[in-house]
């Protein structure tokens, strides 16, 4: 098995790759934005979004510490705010609704799952290794070439809209940054001995579906490499055993481009996970991957339970 698997730097890498939580700093500083044409929902999904935060094409990195001080968090905010509204290009992307359209896995690199257990405590180790242990048939039967699947635990996350793991809303992202040999010069972790790295995604212990801040994907087939910018980064994370721990990433923001297809699930519930690929090693050609983000549903009800979820991923190494 690789060594990598047995290593210290596989638990801070896992960690790392956790970096969604970053881009919410981004929905923090431009959720004031007012656009004179509001989004539509309709049977067919979100149309007309006009809140993710591309960056521009002339940018080439993003570097971002995140303030250690409420006062510092609050300037921070503020100035990017101010840049944000005055640079940052807007685009209208179409949310399609998955549960309508053809999606194929091996294709688009997403799909929907039932979930194989009941919901659990999920601080619980013993119940995450249930999850995995029930999971895994469906890993196996999307990847039947698969040699091994390593489930990350250190990498399991648990996000609500008022703890220290927000969702990362309007901040269209990949986790992984494509190249890793940038990923281990910055952050001293290093995926590659994956071939593939897949995420799963779910409401927990929720009795509602959720319906403020889905997850969307987009269509892996649609993203290439020229669309990502590295963003390099230090924040304090929250793990899954409610410590709270600092740790350095290299992930990528998204650059727009109108081949892009985005999807997602409406009301999604405990009962569904969401399984879809992070990351390919690609060295010689593009990465299939699918970009992610959260966004706001139009006219969600206040009163209704607000989203809590948790995620994972799992590394696959191919039969050779």
């Not at 309508?100 to 688009?108: A, F, R, T």
């Not at 619980?124 to 039947?144: C, D, G, S, V, W």
């Not at 699947?149 to 992984?176: C, K, M, Q, S």
Request: charged letters at 25%.
């Amino acid at each position: 098995m690789s060594s990598l698997i047995d290593s210290d730097v596989q638990k801070i890498a896992a960690l790392s790759l956790c970096s969604g939580a970053s881009f919410y700093f981004l929905y923090q500083m431009y959720f004031n934005r007012n656009d004179n044409v509001g989004p539509i929902k309709s049977e067919d999904g979100v149309l007309n979004y006009r809140k993710l935060n591309f960056m521009p094409d002339s940018l080439n990195e993003i570097r971002y510490e995140k303030p250690k001080s409420a006062f510092g968090k609050m300037l921070t905010e503020a100035w990017h705010g101010l840049m944000g509204y005055m640079f940052l290009p807007k685009y209208s992307i179409d949310f399609l609704n998955a549960r309508k359209s053809d999606i194929d896995y091996q294709k688009n690199g997403f799909t929907l799952v039932k979930n194989p257990i009941e919901e659990c405590d999920w601080l619980q180790k013993e119940n995450r290794e249930k999850f995995y242990n029930a999971m895994e048939k469906t890993i196996r039967e999307l990847h039947p070439d698969a040699k091994t699947v390593y489930w990350i635990d250190e990498a399991f996350l648990a996000r609500n809209t008022t703890g220290g793991n927000p969702p990362a809303v309007d901040g269209p992202h990949v986790d992984y940054h494509v190249d890793q040999s940038v990923v281990k010069e910055f952050a001293g972790y290093d995926m590659s001995d994956f071939d593939i790295v897949v995420g799963l995604w779910k409401p927990a212990n929720m009795t509602t579906p959720v319906v403020d801040y889905p997850l969307a994907v987009m269509d892996a087939s649609t993203f290439h490499k020229d669309q990502i910018i590295p963003l390099f980064g230090s924040i304090r994370q929250t793990t899954i055993k409610q410590e709270s721990q600092d740790i350095k990433f290299v992930s990528g923001s998204l650059k727009y481009s109108a081949q892009q297809r985005w999807y997602y699930y409406p009301n999604q519930t405990s009962e569904e996970v969401l399984v879809f690929r992070h990351y390919t090693n690609e060295k010689n050609g593009e990465p299939f991957a699918c970009p992610h983000t959260s966004f706001t549903e139009p006219n969600f009800s206040r009163d209704a339970p607000s989203r809590q979820s948790v995620e994972t991923r799992v590394g696959i190494i191919l039969k050779k």
